[in-house]
């Protein structure tokens, strides 16, 4: 039997009839097991769906014309084609082919490479480089270590798809260049095929160097995580680019406001990732609990509440009103009348040793906005550096921030600007909640422990996680530089401590300066295994510390 058929026949087999009620009869633990088992289960059919999308696509390539299988059924697309036989969306049919051409493509070149070691080992030939590595003209894609994880089950089909679209690879698979706007007007100057392709090897090569740290940080993460990891590798392996695709986006912005038939006005609008957080920071401000009032799960509740303060309005009808005064204060220049004297700011992170090489030059590296991670380019820094001023926060070797000492219950301004600094937003597993929506958690609890105000024991955490580990007992130690989370032993008899990581960019390392024996490519040698089980490149042993705008 083929082994298509006999993984088809399995999938039968187990598509026994199953209710509810079947499963609400499970114990916690069988119930946990059943769904592991089930979503293994799931992602192995998900690969399978992968590889035959890809199949279909190679039979339905635009050279084929009218004699294209998604032509000939009427389709417009291989991807439409797909999302009719799977039933799902568009983007879920574009994940099934995109990653499905990424695993055939590199089970090709993993073929020719080993078909042509096979014929030099049966010639007898000792042909090959000097290195004694046979010289094969078939070379693996760039991409061929996230297949390696996709196959080898490390991650499912969603992860590696998001991995690939942070890293900004094309439908074609290459990595797609970032255009420097270089004659003043907004356009590009002309550039040689050669040039081009030069340009496309080292970016490739650069991000090669920087996949298997890559994998490892990604491991476990959700998609939307992981493409946001991918996201800062690619700054990381393309930091020229950063300029341009911030000028990019700049250029990309509008702002519309409209008059309805019924009188009330409408608006649109997109703005790069350095003036949205500021409207961002507005917002977050103009909804906070504290200023638009709690919300309860009962609307009784609720409504009960906002009459006691003498405010019946819901949050988004006060915070469209605030945004307009607001627009009332900056015409009166009087912003302290709906912002009080805790004015919202956009806070910029960048390392010393970036704006120390930016002193030669063009700029080398990067800066990062604190509420998204997202990277901005050295001008921006040093733009807001020159109108705002900037703050130091020195850290130690071990990459702590210097603290202050027991002398109060709350962590002053500065301590929350260092804990923003190095944690970067909810440092809760999984949580994305930035920097302005967290609190500062006493990891030695202020009466239980008599715990100092230090930054070394302060971590930041969302007000849900906050309370959350305060009300069922999770626990939270210093491990040197980094923290562990001892969950309670009703979630884990044997209290497994589990890593919490930064959510900062500072924790990303610096633009890389690719060696030239990275600029060759990858060859089928080379395993996810591999990969994943090298160790992190080191760190620098002295950090001079890191330079914020000041609000």
Same mark, same amino acid.
């Given at each position: ?14 598509? =026994? ?28 059919? $998900? ?71 096979? /014929?030099? =080992? ?14 094969? =003209? ?49 356009? $590009? ?49 393309? /930091? ?7 000028? $990019? ?40 609990? +504290? ?7 009962? $609307? ?56 120390? +090489? ?132 009703? =979630? ?16 990303? +390392? ?42």
């Amino acid at each position: 039997m083929p082994p298509a058929a006999q993984l088809i026949q399995s999938c039968e087999q187990t598509t =026994v009839r199953l209710t509810a009620a079947s499963y609400d009869g499970l114990g916690d633990d069988d119930l946990l097991g059943t769904m592991t088992a089930l979503s293994q289960h799931a992602s192995t059919v $998900q690969r399978q769906l992968a590889l035959t999308s890809a199949s279909l696509a190679r039979r339905s390539e635009r050279e084929a014309g009218a004699q294209g299988l998604a032509h000939r059924l009427g389709h417009s697309s291989p991807g439409a084609l797909v999302q009719k036989l799977t039933g799902g969306s568009r983007a879920d049919a574009q994940t099934l082919l995109s990653t499905g051409l990424m695993l055939a493509e590199t089970e090709a070149a993993d073929a020719i490479i080993d078909a042509e070691v096979d /014929a030099e =080992v049966g010639a007898g030939t000792d042909a090959g480089t000097e290195s004694g590595a046979p010289d094969s =003209v078939a070379v693996r894609p760039w991409f061929a270590p996230i297949s390696d994880a996709v196959a080898g089950e490390w991650f499912s089909l969603s992860v590696g798809d998001a991995i690939r679209g942070g890293l900004r690879a094309g439908p074609d698979g290459r990595l797609l260049l970032s255009e420097v706007p270089r004659d003043g007007l907004g356009g $590009q100057t002309d550039e040689s095929s050669e040039l081009r392709a030069a340009r496309e090897a080292a970016l490739a090569a650069a991000v090669g160097a920087l996949l298997p740290e890559l994998l490892r940080d990604c491991a476990g993460l959700t998609p939307e995580l992981a493409f946001k990891a991918a996201r800062a590798a690619r700054d990381r392996a393309d /930091a020229a680019g950063v300029l341009a695709r911030s000028e $990019q986006m700049r250029r990309q912005q509008f702002f519309k406001a409209w008059e309805r038939p019924d009188g009330m006005v409408a608006g649109s609008f997109l703005l790069e990732p350095e003036n949205g957080a500021l409207v961002i920071a507005v917002t977050d401000q103009l909804r906070h609990p +504290r200023r638009a009032g709690v919300k309860f799960r009962s $609307q009784t509740d609720t409504v009960a509440a906002r009459a006691a303060r003498g405010d019946l309005r819901e949050v988004d009808e006060y915070t469209a009103d605030g945004f307009v005064d607001l627009l009332r204060a900056g015409i009166t220049v009087d912003p302290d009348a709906v912002l009080d004297n805790h004015r919202p700011s956009v806070r910029l992170h960048v390392q010393q040793e970036s704006l120390t +090489r930016g002193t030669d030059g063009a700029g080398v590296g990067f800066g990062i906005i604190e509420s998204s991670n997202e990277a901005v380019p050295l001008e921006a820094v040093e733009r807001e550096i020159c109108a705002g001023g900037s703050i130091a926060v020195l850290f130690t070797e071990q990459g702590q921030p210097l603290n202050l000492g027991r002398e109060t219950r709350l962590f002053t301004r500065r301590q929350r600007i260092a804990l923003a600094a190095r944690d970067g937003g909810c440092m809760a597993e999984g949580c994305d909640r930035p920097v302005s929506w967290t609190e500062a958690h006493h990891i030695k609890h202020w009466k239980r422990d008599n715990g100092p105000t230090n930054i070394e024991d302060g971590i930041l955490l969302c007000r849900h996680h906050h309370l959350l580990f305060h009300n069922q007992g999770w626990e939270i130690i210093r491990d040197g530089a980094g923290y562990l989370l001892i969950p309670p032993r009703s =979630v884990d008899p044997e209290q497994t401590p589990r890593r919490l990581t930064s959510k900062s960019g500072l924790r990303r +390392r610096p633009p890389i300066q690719l060696p030239d024996r990275l600029a060759q490519p990858r060859t089928a040698g080379d395993s996810v295994a591999k990969a994943l089980a090298c160790p992190a490149p080191a760190t620098a042993e002295h950090r001079t510390g890191t330079r914020i705008p000041a609000p």
